[in-house]
């Protein structure tokens, strides 16, 4: 088994770009819209799956939000005091998504950081296994199975 850490803080190494935006109502409430778009540039040309945005809702009190619409599945995360939005595939069959919702809190502030977690059958990174070799540098056989999962994807 291969492990490897890649860290960047540059945003176009990562192959999916979330906004997000609150709207303050006036009245302690804020409409909140959220998209993503996947970017497939070389990045992850198989997909991604298991995508999944939390977005904290710290101005909320513990109260749930009112989602006006949600392309995947959301639900409402009392301990987390967050709402967890499952867009599930992202590929080049599922490019992006929305969802807009209405929470309680004033301050465009209380709706970050927004955690992203996905996997990805694809080595991110630019990085490839090419073979395997023992001490020596005979070539090994060798099976390969590719998994990338995010340890770490904050939006602030």
């Known amino acids: ?3 490897w850490k890649y860290t960047s803080e540059d945003a176009s190494d990562v192959p999916i770009h979330v906004t997000c935006w609150a709207d303050e109502g006036g009245d302690g409430t804020s409409e909140v ?3 993503w778009e996947f970017q497939s540039e070389g990045r ?3 997909g991604l799956r298991n995508v999944q ?3 904290p809702l710290s101005g909320a009190g513990g109260a749930p939000p009112s989602v006006v619409t949600c392309e995947g599945v959301w639900q409402h995360s009392p301990s987390d005091d967050a709402l967890v939005w499952t867009v599930g595939a992202v590929g080049p069959e599922n490019m992006r998504g929305n969802m807009v919702f209405t929470a309680a809190g004033d301050d465009a502030d209380c709706f970050f950081p927004i955690t ?5 059958m694809d080595a991110l990174g630019g990085i ?3 073979g395997a070799a023992d001490a020596e540098g005979t070539a090994l056989r060798m099976g390969l199975d ?4 995010v340890d770490e994807f904050i939006i602030e």
């Open 1 to 3: 088994m291969l492990r």
């Open 33 to 35: 819209t959220v998209d």
């Open 44 to 46: 992850a040309p198989s």
């Open 53 to 55: 945005i939390m977005i």
């Open 116 to 120: 992203v977690r996905f996997e990805c």
């Open 128 to 130: 490839e296994v090419v």
């Open 146 to 149: 590719r998994v990338s999962a």
